[in-house]
C-alpha cells in the first residue's frame, strides 16, 4: 500500500508540474502580445509627436512673418488675412496629399 501512496503523489506533482508548464506558456504568450501592442502604440505616439513638432515650426514661423509684417508696416487688417490665409492654404494643402 504504501507503494501506491507514493505513486499518488508523484502523479499529483506531474499533474502539477504539467499545469504550471501550460500556465506560464499562456501567460508568456498574453506578454508577448501585450509588449507587441504596447511597441505599437509607441510608435504611433513618436510619429504624432514628429508631426506636432514640425506643425510647431511651421506655426513659429508664420507667427514670425506676422510680427516682421506688423513691425515692417505697422499693424494692418490685411498683414491678419494673409496670416490667416497661410495657415488655412497649408492645413488645406496637407489634406489633399493625405487624401491621395
Not at 3 to 30: C, G, N, P, R, S
Not at 78 to 83: G, Q, V, Y
Amino acid at each position: 500500500m504504501v507503494q501506491f501512496k507514493e505513486m499518488d503523489t508523484l502523479i499529483h506533482a506531474d499533474i502539477f508540474f504539467f499545469v504550471t508548464t501550460i500556465a506560464v506558456v499562456v501567460i508568456a504568450i498574453i506578454f508577448i502580445v501585450a509588449l507587441i501592442y504596447l511597441i505599437v502604440i509607441l510608435r504611433r505616439i513618436r510619429d504624432i509627436a514628429e508631426q506636432v513638432r514640425e506643425e510647431t515650426v511651421l506655426f513659429r514661423e508664420d507667427i514670425h512673418g506676422l510680427r516682421e509684417s506688423v513691425k515692417r508696416e505697422g499693424f494692418k487688417l490685411k498683414n491678419l488675412f494673409n496670416f490667416g490665409y497661410s495657415f488655412f492654404k497649408r492645413r488645406v494643402g496637407k489634406r489633399s496629399k493625405n487624401e491621395k
